[in-house]
Structures are given as C-alpha cells and as structure tokens.
C-alpha cells in the first residue's frame, strides 16, 4: 500500500515569489493535515482539510492556504514568500473525519527562500 | 491540551531498552498519550498510544502510571534505527480540530 506521498521533494524559490506543494493521501484517506517544520522551531500545525472543506487552521497568515480535491489530494500555497518561510513542510492523512490522533505523514517538501 | 515535558536528549546501547521517560501532570481525565518518532529527515511516525491501561504494539509499550501524571516509551532491544526524536504528546479525545502539538522531544541515540 503506498504511503502519503508529497510532491516536489525540494523546491527553491525567491523572496515574493509563490510556492505549491502537493500531497496525495494514502488510499481510502479521507484527511490531510499539513505541517511546518521550520529550523529551531519544531513542528507546527498549519491546516486540516476532510472531505473537501477546511477543518481548521493553525496560527498562520492568511498568504498559507490550501485546498483539497474531490480525490482527497491536496494543495498548499504559500503567497508572498518570505526567507521565514524556508521548511520542510509535511503532509499527513488520516482515515477518519474525526481525528484520532494517529496520523500518517509523509516524507515531506523541503522548500528553501532565498 | 496538556503541555508535556522530555529531556532533550538519552543514549542507549544496542539491544538494550530504551526507556524515554515523559511528564504530563497536567493531563485530563480525557487526554491520551500519543508517541511519535521522527527519524532525521523523514517524516515522523506514529508509534503508539493509550488512555490509561499499558500498551503494546509491535514496535513498542506504553506504561501509564497509575496517576497518570507521567508515561515512559519503552523500546525493548533498540537497534541503530532506533535512533531517532521521540515526542510524547497529550490529546483530548474526539475531536482535537486536527491538530498534535509537538514540542522538542526527546533525541534518542542508539550506540553500537
């Protein structure tokens, strides 16, 4: 069975610019999360989709958006960028619309601003 | 959700167990304790969980104790794969709006 796969694995983009990272679920996964993991700060939530609508949001700008689609896949734009947004950005599904807590995540994007 | 504290860093033998200790003394009576592993550069991993009965799955046990205030992760023959940061982390049940709150874990070194 194929895992959470995310897509670029590396992406290099400049100050302003908009960056897009892809997640797909692993199959029959009707969650995604998505998850920064900046240098020194740790992991932190960015955003829960389920079926199709946003579920919540983490403490982030509004330039931090996503979507998911009909497949459960999904987009993460970041607008703007800014040289703090350089991370790895994780993706993680889950099989439920109620969250458990047992999340499967992906290898993740690293994406670098200069 | 109930804030968790590790220490920063253990080191253990090869084959031996590896104990990662975590307080929670602020835990509800509705929050379990989840365990995650992320090895360097990889994505992290689910390892287990509980309410308040021991655990054990294939990878690892989980022993509550009896109060609830503090849990340790125990990997019962670490292997150099094992190397890797452990997070504890403490979660309403139900609905947590699809959120886990990391914090800095705990390094874990397995040496030959």
């Known amino acids: 069975e194929a895992g959470v796969t995310q897509s670029p694995t590396h992406l290099i983009k400049t100050r302003g610019q908009q960056a897009t990272l892809r997640c797909s679920p692993i199959?029959?996964?009707?969650?995604v999360y998505w998850y920064q993991q900046a240098l020194g700060l740790g992991l932190q939530f960015l955003l829960w989709y389920d079926e199709g609508e946003e579920r919540n949001r983490g403490n982030f700008p509004p330039r931090f958006s996503g979507r998911q689609f009909p497949n459960y896949s999904s987009e993460l734009n970041v607008n703007a960028l800014e040289l703090e947004d350089s991370a790895l950005y994780l993706c993680?599904?889950?099989?439920?619309?109620?969250?458990?807590?047992?999340?499967?995540f992906g290898e993740g994007s690293r994406l670098t601003v200069l | 959700d109930a804030k968790t504290t590790q220490p920063p860093s253990m080191d253990c033998a090869e084959g031996r167990a590896a104990n990662l200790p975590c307080n929670h003394s602020?835990?509800?009576?509705?929050?379990?304790v989840y365990w995650y592993r992320q090895i360097h550069s990889q994505g992290p991993q689910y390892i287990i969980h509980?309410?308040?009965n021991n655990e054990t799955n294939e990878m690892a046990s989980l022993i509550i104790t009896e109060d609830r205030k503090s849990s340790t992760l125990i990997l019962p023959h670490a292997t150099l794969r094992d190397t890797a940061v452990y997070y504890c982390?403490?979660?309403?049940?139900?609905?947590?709006?699809?959120?886990?709150?990391f914090g800095q874990g705990t390094i874990l070194t397995v040496h030959p």
């Open positions: 982390i403490a979660l309403p049940g139900g609905t947590s709006y699809g959120k886990l709150t």
């Open positions: 602020t835990i509800s009576g509705n929050e379990y």
């Open positions: 509980g309410l308040k």
């Open positions: 199959s029959g996964h009707t969650s």
């Open positions: 993680a599904s889950s099989s439920v619309g109620q969250f458990t807590g047992e999340l499967f």
